[in-house]
Nanobody, 123 residues
Framework: QVRLEESGGGLVQPGDSLRLSCAFS????????MGWFRQAPGKERDAVAF????????SYSGSVRGRFTISRDNNKNTVYLQMSSLKPEDTAVYYC????????????????WGQGTQVTVSS
Protein backbone atom coordinates (compact mmCIF):
# COMPACT_ATOMS: atom_id res chain seq x y z
CA GLN A 1 0.00 0.00 0.00
CA VAL A 2 1.35 3.39 -1.03
CA ARG A 3 1.85 5.92 1.75
CA LEU A 4 2.66 9.57 1.21
CA GLU A 5 3.77 12.14 3.75
CA GLU A 6 4.06 15.82 2.88
CA SER A 7 6.20 18.35 4.73
CA GLY A 8 7.56 21.84 4.31
CA GLY A 9 4.45 23.99 4.47
CA GLY A 10 4.23 27.17 6.48
CA LEU A 11 3.48 30.86 6.59
CA VAL A 12 5.43 33.03 4.17
CA GLN A 13 5.21 36.53 2.74
CA PRO A 14 4.35 37.40 -0.85
CA GLY A 15 7.38 36.98 -3.06
CA ASP A 16 8.99 34.38 -0.81
CA SER A 17 9.98 30.85 -1.75
CA LEU A 18 9.13 27.54 -0.12
CA ARG A 19 9.95 23.92 -0.88
CA LEU A 20 7.51 21.12 -0.19
CA SER A 21 8.61 17.51 0.12
CA CYS A 22 6.64 14.29 -0.16
CA ALA A 23 8.06 11.00 1.08
CA PHE A 24 6.76 7.89 -0.72
CA SER A 25 6.74 4.41 0.81
CA UNK A 26 5.08 1.05 0.48
CA UNK A 27 5.75 0.29 -3.19
CA UNK A 28 8.43 0.81 -5.81
CA UNK A 29 8.65 4.56 -6.31
CA UNK A 30 9.94 4.14 -9.85
CA UNK A 31 6.60 2.91 -11.12
CA UNK A 32 4.62 5.97 -10.14
CA UNK A 33 3.92 9.34 -11.64
CA MET A 34 3.70 11.97 -8.93
CA GLY A 35 1.62 15.08 -8.65
CA TRP A 36 0.94 18.04 -6.43
CA PHE A 37 -2.60 19.33 -6.01
CA ARG A 38 -3.93 22.14 -3.86
CA GLN A 39 -7.22 23.07 -2.30
CA ALA A 40 -8.09 26.53 -1.07
CA PRO A 41 -10.97 27.08 1.40
CA GLY A 42 -14.31 26.75 -0.36
CA LYS A 43 -12.73 25.67 -3.63
CA GLU A 44 -12.16 22.41 -5.47
CA ARG A 45 -8.91 20.52 -5.41
CA ASP A 46 -6.84 21.62 -8.40
CA ALA A 47 -3.83 20.07 -10.07
CA VAL A 48 -0.62 22.08 -9.71
CA ALA A 49 2.21 20.00 -11.16
CA PHE A 50 3.09 16.49 -12.30
CA UNK A 51 6.24 14.53 -12.99
CA UNK A 52 6.59 11.19 -14.71
CA UNK A 53 8.16 8.12 -13.11
CA UNK A 54 11.59 8.78 -14.58
CA UNK A 55 11.67 12.48 -13.79
CA UNK A 56 12.11 13.29 -17.47
CA UNK A 57 8.79 14.98 -18.15
CA UNK A 58 6.76 17.53 -16.19
CA SER A 59 3.47 19.37 -16.51
CA TYR A 60 2.22 22.51 -14.76
CA SER A 61 -1.00 24.41 -14.38
CA GLY A 62 -1.02 27.79 -16.01
CA SER A 63 -1.27 29.61 -12.70
CA VAL A 64 2.08 28.28 -11.44
CA ARG A 65 4.09 27.71 -14.62
CA GLY A 66 7.37 29.59 -14.39
CA ARG A 67 7.12 29.96 -10.61
CA PHE A 68 6.91 26.37 -9.36
CA THR A 69 9.19 23.45 -10.15
CA ILE A 70 8.43 19.80 -9.49
CA SER A 71 11.27 17.33 -9.18
CA ARG A 72 11.91 13.88 -7.78
CA ASP A 73 14.79 11.94 -6.29
CA ASN A 74 14.26 8.28 -7.07
CA ASN A 75 17.06 7.30 -4.70
CA LYS A 76 15.30 8.98 -1.80
CA ASN A 77 11.72 8.09 -2.84
CA THR A 78 10.84 11.76 -2.56
CA VAL A 79 9.13 14.31 -4.75
CA TYR A 80 9.57 18.04 -4.29
CA LEU A 81 7.69 21.20 -5.19
CA GLN A 82 9.88 24.30 -5.24
CA MET A 83 7.63 27.34 -5.08
CA SER A 84 8.94 30.81 -5.86
CA SER A 85 7.41 34.27 -6.15
CA LEU A 86 4.57 33.13 -3.96
CA LYS A 87 1.30 35.04 -4.09
CA PRO A 88 -1.60 35.24 -1.62
CA GLU A 89 -3.69 33.24 -4.10
CA ASP A 90 -1.27 30.34 -3.69
CA THR A 91 -2.61 29.90 -0.15
CA ALA A 92 -4.04 26.38 0.12
CA VAL A 93 -3.54 22.93 1.52
CA TYR A 94 -1.07 21.20 -0.78
CA TYR A 95 -1.44 17.49 -1.37
CA CYS A 96 0.97 15.02 -2.85
CA UNK A 97 -0.52 12.26 -5.01
CA UNK A 98 0.81 9.14 -6.70
CA UNK A 99 -0.53 7.04 -9.57
CA UNK A 100 1.01 3.98 -11.18
CA UNK A 101 1.28 5.04 -14.82
CA UNK A 102 3.79 5.77 -17.57
CA UNK A 103 1.91 8.98 -18.34
CA UNK A 104 2.88 12.32 -16.83
CA UNK A 105 -0.52 13.44 -15.60
CA UNK A 106 -3.43 11.72 -13.91
CA UNK A 107 -6.86 12.59 -12.60
CA UNK A 108 -7.41 13.41 -8.97
CA UNK A 109 -9.62 10.34 -8.54
CA UNK A 110 -6.82 8.09 -9.79
CA UNK A 111 -4.33 9.15 -7.16
CA UNK A 112 -3.32 7.92 -3.75
CA TRP A 113 -3.13 10.92 -1.42
CA GLY A 114 -1.14 12.24 1.44
CA GLN A 115 -2.62 14.19 4.34
CA GLY A 116 -1.63 17.58 2.98
CA THR A 117 0.45 20.49 4.22
CA GLN A 118 -0.79 24.04 4.69
CA VAL A 119 0.83 26.87 2.76
CA THR A 120 -0.22 30.38 3.71
CA VAL A 121 1.04 33.41 1.81
CA SER A 122 0.27 36.61 3.65
CA SER A 123 1.89 39.89 4.58
Amino acid sequence: QVRLEESGGGLVQPGDSLRLSCAFSGRSFMGYAMGWFRQAPGKERDAVAFINWAGTSTSYSGSVRGRFTISRDNNKNTVYLQMSSLKPEDTAVYYCAAHQTIAVTFRADQGTWGQGTQVTVSS
